[in-house]
């Protein structure tokens, strides 16, 4: 096995880190098709419009884009946007939960990667940010990015 399949990123929420405070991070397994793994080894998968519910004691993934895989061809194809269940214990399942019924919380899918030849997904529990904390983000980070600077050009 090759060391970059250790833990391999597919797909990212480049936008949730910005649109949410992550208070919590679960690391879930993926139910997913034979198509739609090949798929996503390929890097051709998007999360930022997905979201996770919880239904029936169950954690589902839903409008999560995987397209169809090219070489296959029309036979054996799966839906792109179909509803993924993801496979965790029912501690972690009754944490979402909570903290999903609590005031503002939601859980956000973060990141799609394989870890040990098998695909997870690292949701994060977070409270939307209005558009004064959007704000000070991208101040605070843009400090930072010149704090950074000064530094370098003093050595």
Request: no cysteine; net charge positive; glycine share 8%.
């Amino acid at each position: 096995m090759a060391d970059n399949d250790q833990q391999r990123a597919l797909a990212t929420n480049r936008r949730a880190r910005y649109d949410y405070f992550i208070s919590e991070t679960i690391e879930a397994g993926m139910v997913l098709l034979g198509s739609e793994i090949k798929s996503a080894r390929e890097g051709r998968m998007s999360i930022a419009e997905g979201y996770v519910y919880i239904k029936d004691g169950e954690a589902w993934l839903e409008n999560a884009h995987i397209p169809q895989y090219a070489p296959a061809g029309e036979h054996g194809q799966h839906d792109p946007t179909r509803s993924r269940k993801l496979l965790m214990k029912k501690k972690q399942l009754q944490f979402l939960d909570d903290q999903a019924h609590r005031d503002g919380q939601t859980i956000v899918p973060l990141k799609v990667y394989i870890k040990n030849r098998v695909a997870k997904l690292l949701v994060g529990v977070g409270k939307g940010k209005r558009q004064v904390d959007r704000r000070n983000t991208i101040k605070e980070r843009d400090a930072k990015r010149e704090m950074d600077r000064a530094m370098r050009s003093r050595v």
